[in-house]
């Protein structure tokens, strides 16, 4: 508030005894305001808001033993990531089982997991992306997993000759 | 008719008020910030609709940009000087007082270890200008196995988030994830965007 000189020249005091003027110690605080204001938009825009999420992976211990867990061929589900973002899958084991193709929709990949995690029991899925699949494929798998509940699923990468057969001719 | 006189008012406002709430406000951001780290890639992470918040701390990133470059990073201060002490140890190389600094600075580098010396001498605004090659993950010769070897040395209670870009080729996700075996690290994290769950 520029009120330093305020009480000199008013009008009404005009004829009045000359006093001995008394400086106001009221400051103008505009310009502090500003320059905190500008100081609080800088760290506003340079702080991280958002701590980025994370998806935690538990991949099994090596085995020294060369021990596997088998699971039941009718529980299984293979799903197969391929290039252009292509998924193959199967229930079944690769050299009887039929494959069929679907794609990462919501009415193609989501519709048939919530249809056999449906009709089948402690349902297994397996994930195996190729070599032509990208990280968002992956990602997108295990994603599906936790929207639809499967609790058992796994991520590996060796392939039966079998299934290598199958995807090249679907 | 006199006329009537409107008393004229002051146009001041006691800015008093506000500047001790500006003030406050700029006091409560400053305590609070934390710098965004500059990071040498951009990278799109996919989404997921995990809501697990990564630690503020301890966290070794690795970074897979689009084009299969693998970048790496530790973070704390402290904990990249005892990091650089380590590697180089193992290689033989010294590092000067400078390079170690320009290290302890460096939140994420794509440099093999032998062009890390030139790396770290180049001055900070071209360093981070820089082409960088990514740092070797190829089972012959894998750095990345041995950064993360050391990294845990440094501090052991390091956390691995691997931060990859979606259109990133499997392959290399592929041997990260195979290295961070081989290591005996089973358990890491993946730093993926926010989606909203779907109903089903």
């Not at chain 1, 520029?2 to 006093?19: F, P, V």
């Not at chain 2, 890639?41 to 990564?54: A, F």
């Not at chain 2, 691997?162 to 994830?177: L, M």
Request: aromatic share 8%.
């Amino acid at each position: 508030m520029a009120e330093l000189d305020t009480s000199q020249g008013g009008g009404h005091k005009k004829g009045k005894k000359k006093r001995s003027k008394k400086a106001s110690t009221r400051v103008d605080l505009t310009p502090m305001v500003d320059l905190a204001f500008l100081l609080v938009t800088f760290f506003m825009m340079t702080t991280t808001f958002s701590k980025p999420q994370t998806m935690e992976i538990n991949m099994p211990v090596k085995s020294t033993t060369g021990e596997t867990s088998d699971t039941k061929a009718s529980q299984t589900m293979t799903l197969i990531l391929g290039e252009n973002d292509k998924v193959f899958w199967f229930k079944g084991t690769p050299d009887t089982a039929n494959f069929s193709t679907t794609d990462y929709s919501p009415n193609g990949l989501r519709r048939i997991l919530i249809d056999i995690n449906k009709s089948t029991k402690d349902l297994t899925c397996i994930i195996k992306p190729t070599d032509k699949s990208n990280y968002r494929n992956m990602v997108d798998a295990l994603d599906e997993m936790s929207i639809i509940g499967i609790k058992r699923y796994a991520l590996v990468s060796d392939f039966a000759p079998d299934e290598k057969e199958k995807i090249k001719n679907l | 008719m006199p006329k009537v006189k409107v008393p004229r008012k002051s146009t001041n406002i006691d800015m008093t008020a506000m500047c001790d709430v500006s003030f406050l406000l700029l006091t409560f951001f400053m305590l609070t910030t934390k710098f965004k780290a500059d990071e040498p890639v951009v990278v799109q992470t996919p989404k997921s609709i995990s809501e697990i918040k990564l630690p503020d701390n301890d966290i070794m990133s690795i970074t897979v940009t689009k084009d299969g470059k693998v970048y790496y990073g530790v973070d704390g201060k402290f904990n990249r000087e005892k990091l650089l002490q380590k590697i180089s140890a193992k290689y033989n190389i010294s590092f000067t007082e400078e390079e170690q600094y320009a290290f302890s600075l460096t939140s994420a580098f794509g440099v093999p270890i032998t062009k890390l010396k030139t790396f770290l001498d180049m001055p900070a605004e071209v360093r981070k200008d820089a082409v960088q090659p990514g740092i070797p993950i190829d089972s012959t010769n894998n750095e990345l196995g041995v950064w993360i070897i050391n990294g845990r040395l440094a501090n052991p209670n390091y956390r691995i988030a691997i931060r990859g870009d979606g259109d990133c080729p499997y392959t290399v996700i592929k041997r990260v994830i195979a290295t961070l075996q081989e290591k005996n690290v089973n358990k890491f994290n993946l730093i993926t965007n926010l989606e909203v769950r779907p109903k089903i």
